[in-house]
């Protein structure tokens, strides 16, 4: 039971290294990078108290070089999806009944192993499994996944200090109770931080989870596991598994005790799983709760009066950091006719500067995509830009996978504001400009609206603050991280709550109390201090 109003410290965010030549830090993800190079993993599933290996097994490798081996994950067969459910249903009596200091100490733990003796671990491997270079990493491994950890913290107990008022009669408060039942996580490869998130954020409000990472994430999230474990999550809370993923997500769909969904990934993927949530509704003990965030065609547009070079920046950053598989990364841009041509000199010359190779060069800024089906894809729309007649390829368009999964930076230029690939999801280093009239600004606001079912990220620059309010009115459904004067890319937790709608999600925000919320059931108590013992009430006298 509580003895105190405790009070955790507030959250600052996570300061970044800078790698820079000679620096210690430099030194040691280096080496911790060559050791795991070097050392073949063998990753369990997690399962309770139990490392459970099938021996059905896949084999691991760097996107940046696929002929190398990191080692070998095991996958699950239905009976172990179903072990771990009991398992984690066994183990929420406890956690349930934990104080929350107890759970608030366990996830501030796990931030500062991260900040510090699992950094370069983590960062390393997070390197090498995904062909992130190092900043990147150390942007999303280190320091978002800290920060998901400690402004959760601090979010946690603000939400348990918004009471309702009282008065002399009686006594009411509100207990955030977690879901009855477990939490469903799926989370995608292409941050770290996410996939330590999701399934964090709803055991920290209490609750227990199946965690499911991607196939092509489990070599950095075998390290997600061992924080956790030195941190003292107890077994049974997260339980991460691997294998079939229609097989895994039918199993926990089908089990009464599902209570909720935390995903990030694919539209269809998310929609499929509402679809399948909705036919199961009948199962449940209560309504689930169901978390996404999907996809983007997130855009950069600029205004007549922007500064060139600030634009090329956001569309060199913003469409090619880590070769363009961020939800949010700048992936359609529409450049005013009077400076389109010196924004795309500009941006083509970044491009000539890009070095691009393995990760573990630290003069890389392109590394590869995640795997061949990523690489076969973006390579079909770069051909295919080649040949249609309202296309052009202005920049790269070469790629090449004999040893690593590398697409060159590529810039599309086309006439048509519909092209497929200014609607489509790419996921990959290719951005596709359309070039506008400079009187047609506001109808073109109306296409950047029209043209995506998208509505994750957005930015627009310029240098006009009436242009810069007009196009924050026109697009405020289409973009629910909208940037001023700046890339479309690099949301901040505690600064930038991150999240869109329309196809790209429910737009619960992670690094926010609002997501937070989605991981409780309220149950208000109301306690009388002296009860009635006369139902008549005074209009009822002679």
């Known amino acids: 039971m509580g003895k105190g109003f405790f009070q955790v410290k507030p959250a600052v965010n996570e ?103 699992y950094r370069a671990k983590i960062n390393a491997a997070t390197m090498l499994a995904q062909s992130k270079t190092i900043y990147q990493a150390e942007i999303d491994a280190a320091c978002e996944l800290i920060d998901f950890l400690r402004f959760n913290v601090q979010y946690m107990t603000e939400i348990y200090e918004e009471q309702p008022a009282s008065t002399n009669d009686a006594w009411n408060r509100v207990e955030y109770r977690p879901l009855e039942g477990f939490v469903y996580a799926i989370t995608p490869f292409n941050f770290t931080a996410i996939a330590g998130n999701l399934p964090a954020s709803a055991a920290l409000m209490g609750n227990v989870v199946i965690w499911k990472p991607s196939d092509h994430q489990v ?14 999550v107890p077994d049974g809370v997260i339980n991460m598994v691997m294998g079939d993923p229609v097989m895994i997500t039918n199993t926990v769909l089908d089990s009464p005790d599902f209570a909720g969904i935390h995903f990030t990934g694919s539209t269809d993927v998310f929609k499929h799983l509402w679809k399948q949530i909705g036919e199961n509704i009948t199962t449940y003990k209560t309504y689930p709760r169901i978390v996404g965030e999907t996809g983007g065609k997130d855009f950069i547009v600029a205004h007549p009066t922007a500064n060139p070079k600030a634009v090329a920046t956001a569309i060199s950053r913003g469409a090619f950091e880590f070769q363009g598989q961020k939800c949010s990364a700048a992936s359609r841009v529409y450049l005013p006719k009077s400076t389109a041509d010196e924004i795309l000199e500009l941006v083509k010359k970044d491009i000539e500067s890009f070095n691009m190779g393995s990760p573990e060069d630290m003069s890389n800024f392109i590394t590869a995509v995640i795997h061949e089906n990523s690489f076969d894809k973006l390579a079909k729309y770069i051909d295919q830009a080649k040949k249609d007649k309202d296309a052009e390829i202005v920049a790269g368009g070469t790629y090449d996978k004999s040893k690593g999964y590398f697409i060159d930076p590529t810039i599309i230029k086309t006439s048509n504001p519909k092209y497929t690939t200014m609607e489509t999801e790419l996921f990959g280093p290719v951005v596709t400009v359309y070039v506008y009239e400079d009187k047609d600004w506001s109808d073109m606001l109306k296409l950047v609206d029209e043209t995506s079912i998208y509505a994750l990220t957005g930015a627009v620059l310029s240098g006009d603050r009436y242009a810069i309010d007009e196009a924050t009115k026109a697009l405020q459904n289409c973009a629910g991280n909208f940037y001023i004067n700046d890339k479309p890319t690099g949301a901040v937790v505690g600064q930038q709550p991150f999240g869109g709608a329309r196809a790209s999600g429910t737009n619960d925000k992670a690094g926010s109390k609002l997501n937070l919320l989605r991981w409780v059931s309220p149950r208000l108590i109301k306690e009388t201090f002296v009860s009635p013992t006369d139902y008549r009430y005074p209009f009822l006298g002679e």
């Open 15 to 117: 300061p970044i290294k800078t790698y820079a030549p000679g620096t210690p830090e430099r030194e040691e993800v280096l080496t911790s990078y060559q050791s795991q190079y070097k050392t073949s993993v063998d990753v369990p599933l997690f399962i309770g108290s139990e490392e459970v290996r099938t021996g059905d097994t896949a084999t691991m490798h760097p996107p940046h070089e696929h002929g190398h081996s990191l080692g070998t994950y095991h996958k699950a067969s239905k009976k172990h999806i179903e072990t771990a459910i009991s398992s984690a249903l066994e183990a929420r009596e406890a956690w349930v009944n934990l104080t929350w200091e107890q759970r608030a100490a366990i996830f501030s733990k796990a931030a500062e192993l991260i900040a510090g003796p």
């Open 219 to 232: 070599f950095s999230a075998n390290v997600i596991m061992e924080v956790f474990k030195e941190a003292g």
